[in-house]
């Protein structure tokens, strides 16, 4: 069975920094790409980043590049998130996806997500 | 980068209706989308993908079609647990992009 888990979120001021992780078990994690959606509260689903199956291809949304760094140790099946210079409107839940083998795809299992509040 | 809308944005339907969802993509996507439900409180659950592929363990009573820049999702037979809110995705190329969702609602 496939799951994901996320870890990490919490409360940080403006500016600040934050790692979010997300532990893979129950399929072979180094052949999927892997992805990060986030939801503010109330809102719809922002696509932010996805990493390659062997962590060497990265992609990332206009609203996030240049501050968050995706990457993935395959050797323990978790793939992080890095968050620098956090700002009030990257509140929000940070879900991780899993994709395919493709260097492209659909969601086709979601973690529960970790909540991030950027407030001072 | 591609553009999704989906309408409507809020539904109201009952037990055993069909509804339909509809989402157009801004350009032509040939049939890289998606289709997700969202309960609250909950993580998106994947329902179709390649527009028309049912998830595994997804019942029947969902089905997606369309290609190129217009796509639909049907619900044959709402059920109770259906009440959701659906989001379409495209996957065509980056960014990836999700459309504004879809809710439905007694």
């Known amino acids: 069975e496939v799951q994901l888990v996320e870890s990490g979120g919490g409360l940080v001021q403006p500016g600040g920094s934050l790692r979010l992780s997300c532990a893979a078990s129950?399929?072979?994690?180094?052949?999927?790409?892997m992805t990060w959606v986030r939801q503010v509260p109330g809102k719809g689903l922002e696509w932010i980043s996805s990493?390659?199956?062997?962590?060497?291809?990265?992609y990332y949304a206009d609203s996030v590049k240049g501050r968050f760094t995706v990457s993935r140790d395959n050797s323990k099946n978790t793939l992080y998130l890095q968050m620098n210079s956090l700002r009030a409107e990257d509140t929000a839940m940070y879900y991780c996806?899993?994709?395919?083998?493709?260097?492209?795809?659909?969601?086709?299992?979601w973690g529960q997500g970790t909540l991030v509040s950027v407030s001072s | 980068d591609i553009q999704m809308t989906q309408s409507p944005s809020s539904l109201s339907a009952s037990v055993g209706n069909r509804v339909t969802i509809t989402c157009r993509a801004s350009?032509?996507?040939?049939?890289?989308l998606a289709w997700y439900q969202q309960k609250p409180e909950k993580a998106p659950k994947s329902l179709i993908y390649?527009?028309?592929s049912l998830q595994s363990g997804v019942p029947s009573r969902f089905s997606g079609s369309g290609s190129g820049t217009d796509f639909t999702l049907t619900i044959s037979s709402l059920q109770p647990e259906d009440f959701a809110t659906y989001y379409c995705q495209q996957y065509n190329s980056y960014p990836v992009t999700f459309g504004g969702g879809t809710k439905v609602e007694i």
């Open positions: 990493i390659s199956g062997g962590g060497d291809t990265t």
């Open positions: 350009q032509g996507i040939s049939t890289w």
């Open positions: 129950g399929f072979s994690f180094s052949s999927w790409v």
């Open positions: 996806g899993k994709g395919s083998s493709y260097s492209i795809s659909w969601q086709s299992h």
């Open positions: 390649a527009a028309s």
